[in-house]
């Protein structure tokens, strides 16, 4: 493996891990990057070569949050059960049915949501206790297994989803959506890690130098993160989606 070319996708894997700990979408990033750079390898090869990176990142970004900001534990512990379980599922599901029509679908959802989140001012600014605990834990488990399965089926914009349910459907704001997307996340690379392993399509001599670059991308973006807060989440996470939208759009129109 030429080292140049490590080097560059660990410059990749920075960015991804400091964009995703802040909001999610650093697969949009990673993602093409290693697909572009090594052509020659097949394509699950590549994927689960970068399930390592998101893993350390998910893992910086949940522990530098978990430190600021309090964890509903009794909740989200059985929601990342449930993640993991789902990921599983959806990764086994994509070795045997396409995935093409996950892009359009998605693509249809992450208009909504930027259109929703831009005129919306107040969304995700405070956190609303107007949810019963009883919602909660079951809105927080549904979400679990389907943005779960997603995840493991499909992949991108996952970090984004799981943020938008936590403010939509659990009434968190935007930093604390933020620190519990990124414990679920971990439960899901974790699945499609532990997948991709059995596997046997994973490239170490690149995994492994770009988990630590996006682990230190990751430690850098979540600090940002708890230091600016919400609004500068928010803006964030409109750029994600915007950015989302474009890259969805044109691989449909390509």
């Known amino acids: 493996m030429d080292y140049s070319v490590v080097l560059l996708l660990c ?12 909001i999610g979408g650093g697969g949009l990033i990673q993602t093409p990057a290693i697909l572009f750079t090594l052509p020659q390898y097949p394509i699950p090869t590549l994927i689960g070569s970068t399930k390592i990176p998101s893993l350390c990142g998910s893992l910086m970004g949940a522990f530098q949050y978990g430190r600021r900001v309090a964890v509903a534990g009794r909740f989200i512990a059985p929601m990342m059960a449930i993640a993991f379980g789902a990921s599983w599922l959806g990764s086994w599901t994509l070795t045997r049915v396409p995935n093409s029509f996950m892009k359009p679908f998605a693509l249809v959802i992450l208009i909504a949501v930027f259109i929703y989140t831009l005129t919306k001012k107040e969304f995700g600014q405070v ?22 399965f997603y995840d493991g089926f499909f992949g991108p ?25 990124k414990l679920v996340n971990a439960a899901t690379n974790l699945a499609s890690v532990l997948f991709f392993v ?5 490239l170490y001599a690149v995994a492994i130098p770009m988990a630590v670059a996006n682990l230190c991308g990751a430690f850098f973006g979540a600090r940002l993160a708890i230091l600016k ?10 750029l994600v989606i915007t950015a989302t939208i474009i890259r969805f ?5 390509g």
Do not use: Y
């Not at 410059?11 to 802040?22: E, M, P, R």
């Not at 759009?249 to 129109?253: K, Q, R």
């Open 11 to 22: 410059g990749f894997s920075f960015l991804a891990g400091f964009v995703d700990a802040i």
């Open 127 to 148: 956190t609303r206790q107007s949810v019963p605990a009883r919602q909660q834990r079951i809105r927080m488990w549904a979400m679990g297994a389907c943005i779960g």
């Open 229 to 238: 807060g919400n609004q500068f989440i928010r803006i964030f996470f409109l």
């Open 249 to 253: 759009g044109w691989d449909l129109v």
């Open 198 to 202: 059995k596997e046997g399509t994973i």
């Open 157 to 181: 914009g996952t970090g984004s989803f799981l943020v938008l349910g936590f403010i939509a459907l659990i009434g968190f704001d935007f930093l604390k959506a933020s620190a519990h997307a």
